[in-house]
């Protein structure tokens, strides 16, 4: 599907389900108002057919009149039912948008049926899909969570509120929550300070406080448990991202818990929520909305971040005996010597705290020390 194409549609479907919220009011303003939404949705359905199938670059149909659109699609093959109502809707949004005529519910109605179904029938013809299927999701990146939102989307259009409302929240569970997750830590005998642990676990972001055995046994009652927010974090990192935090709160409110352990992939989850159909489904909506925007803000911040590539490090050998100091500086504790001869990694060169010239050696992850060493650089060997 061309980007155009794509991006129109995500519109059109979001102006088709403003028309059905203004529609349950049943008033003949709320109705008129959803009238001038609804026809600007089919025509933008319309359009999007012709880009797709590259009418576009013939003739320039941003100045085509209503009625133009639907014969050019027509002449492209594309058959379409209710041109006679779809055509009297045009005549009766000009009455109401330019002269301020009120139209009547069930007018609107009739009118909301028949875009209904020659919607469905273009999406069919040209695009080969449902309009309720074509979601800004499709653009994620990691495989699972676009999957988890593509299922939502699906229950969503089969009207399986509940489900749908798992799938979403599956896919905040992926993309954020886990990050959360404490299990790692349930173990007594395992050291949390462990640097291997640290930087492996998903549990990164949790509170410290929370990051050990102790507090697992005590606080952890259920499954969901494990997922441990640490508020102020999280707050700050969707402010980063541009999320409004409230949003973010009221799609891990409306949505069922749910919890998957680290290596897994089956996913537990809350069952005793609201089983009001409809307020489920219109839950999804809201939540599936809110969650695609979540999960696009934080990919595209992470998108936008720029690093220098890695080049690793480099090798140098000590020419004479060498004192490893934890600082750039003389004066800072003693680390051991390194005897002459021996090969070093480096990242690089600097000066340091006492104005002395320095090599940063590479961390001894043998020894679990993440922490860099220096030593002079008069001490190595510079054509090694």
């Not at 576009?56 to 100045?63: A, V």
């Not at 020659?118 to 990146?141: C, D, H, R, W, Y």
């Not at 299990?183 to 050990?212: C, I, M, T, V």
Request: with cysteine; glycine share 4%.
């Amino acid at each position: 599907m061309k980007v155009e194409a794509f991006q129109g549609l995500v519109v059109a479907r979001s102006l088709f389900e403003q028309v059905d919220v203004l529609m349950y009011a049943d008033n003949k303003y709320s109705s008129s108002a959803a009238l001038v939404i609804l026809q600007d949705a089919f025509e933008l359905v319309l359009k999007c057919a012709l880009i797709e199938l590259g009418h576009d670059e013939k003739k320039n149909i941003e100045s085509a009149s209503f009625d133009e659109l639907i014969a050019d699609l027509k002449k492209a093959g594309v058959e379409i039912p209710k041109t006679g109502t779809l055509k009297a809707m045009n005549k009766e949004r000009v009455n109401v948008k330019h002269y301020g005529q009120i139209a009547e519910h069930d007018t609107v109605k009739n009118f909301v049926s028949a875009s209904a179904l020659a919607t469905e029938t273009i999406m069919k013809s040209v695009f080969q899909t449902e309009l309720s299927l074509v979601f800004p999701g499709g653009q994620l990146n990691n495989e699972e969570i676009r999957e988890f939102i593509a299922e939502a989307t699906k229950f969503i259009s089969e009207k399986d509120g509940f489900n749908a409302l798992i799938a979403i929240r599956k896919a905040i569970f992926v993309a954020i929550e886990e990050d959360y997750d404490i299990s790692a830590y349930e173990d007594p005998n395992q050291n949390p300070n462990d640097w291997n642990l640290l930087l492996k676990s998903r549990g990164f972001s949790a509170p410290w406080h929370a990051r050990n055995a102790d507090f697992i046994q005590k606080n952890v009652r259920e499954p969901f448990d494990y997922i441990q927010l640490n508020h102020e974090k999280l707050r700050v990192d969707l402010m980063e991202w541009g999320v409004n935090t409230q949003d973010f709160w009221n799609v891990w409110r409306l949505t069922p818990r749910v919890y998957r352990k680290e290596g897994e992939k089956v996913f537990l989850y809350e069952t005793l929520r609201t089983d009001e159909a409809e307020l489920n489904l219109r839950n999804a909506k809201y939540c599936l909305d809110r969650a695609i925007t979540i999960l696009q803000k934080k990919q595209l911040h992470r998108q936008n971040s720029r690093v220098l590539p890695y080049t690793g490090y480099f090798e140098v050998m000590v020419s004479t005996e060498a004192v490893r100091y934890r600082k750039a500086d003389q004066n800072s504790e003693n680390l051991g010597v390194i005897p002459a001869g021996t090969k070093v990694q480096f990242e690089n060169y600097l000066l340091g705290l006492d104005e002395e010239a320095y090599v940063k050696l590479a961390p001894d992850l043998k020894a679990k020390d993440l922490m860099s060493s220096y030593i002079l650089a008069s001490a190595i060997k510079k054509d090694a």
